[in-house]
């Protein structure tokens, strides 16, 4: 089974603080995904990533910036938080083999409050 | 750019019930279509996948049908269950990235 865990269920942070979400898959992936969740706007593309050192934005990616230095992992960087990026982030990867182009797997999320 | 669209927003049902839930897509032009079954606080976990070149595919009681032409997906759950309770997301695939409809959230009361 496709494994992807999240660093944190729950975070609390304060205006300003740096903030990191690491997101850790077991599969080879190539590709991993940064989305976040809030309601009345569904989910939304943050960043993404097709290779290592590799990094592409989404439809949202202000305030935000992503690292992947391993293949296996994905990190999400809050530069400087902010309270409207209280939100459920949610981490996915896939692969790019052909026959499986695009299946995306989950984690569990993370959810996160800054005050 | 893409547009997905899920309705209704919610659902209730009586158990056992057989249901449809509907998706459709502004952009024909797409790789896959994916549903997913989220429950309350929780991740994403992925029911099914149908390519571009299928028209359904099927696990256990789900069914999920696919119409490019029309921009359309269904999914189909029979003899619904107490258990089946959740939000159910449609997403439609391109060059690796997914776009989401809203959800319908699925009440299967007892």
């Known amino acids: 089974d496709v494994k992807v865990t999240q660093s944190s269920r729950y975070l609390v942070k304060r205006t300003g603080e740096k903030v990191f979400l690491e997101c850790v898959q077991d599969m080879d992936h190539e590709n991993m995904f940064w989305y976040r969740q809030d309601p009345g706007l569904g989910l939304r593309l943050i960043y993404f990533?097709?290779?290592?050192?590799?990094?592409e934005k989404g439809d949202i990616p202000e305030g935000y910036s992503v690292s992947r230095e391993k293949k296996e992992r994905f990190s999400l960087i809050l530069e400087s938080a902010s309270t409207n990026q209280t939100s459920m982030y949610l981490c996915?990867?896939?692969?790019?083999?052909?026959?499986?182009?695009?299946?995306?797997?989950f984690g569990p999320g993370t959810r996160l409050t800054v005050t | 750019k893409q547009e997905v669209t899920q309705i209704p927003a919610a659902l209730s049902v009586p158990e056992g019930e057989n249901l449809v839930l509907n998706c459709s897509f502004t952009d024909s032009a797409i790789y896959n279509l994916q549903w997913f079954r989220q429950d309350p606080g929780k991740g994403l976990t992925s029911l099914l996948l149908?390519?571009?070149?299928?028209r359904e595919q099927t696990s256990g009681r789900l069914n999920a049908s696919l119409d490019k032409s029309s921009g359309r997906s269904t999914l189909y759950i029979a003899a619904s269950q107490p258990g089946d309770s959740a939000t159910y997301l449609c997403?439609?695939?391109?060059?690796?990235?997914?776009?989401f409809g809203q959800g319908t959230t699925l009440q299967v009361k007892p």
């Open positions: 997403a439609c695939g391109n060059t690796g990235k997914l776009i």
């Open positions: 990533s097709y290779d290592v050192k590799m990094k």
């Open positions: 996915a990867s896939s692969s790019q083999d052909r026959g499986n182009w695009d299946e995306q797997y």
């Open positions: 149908i390519q571009s070149s299928q």
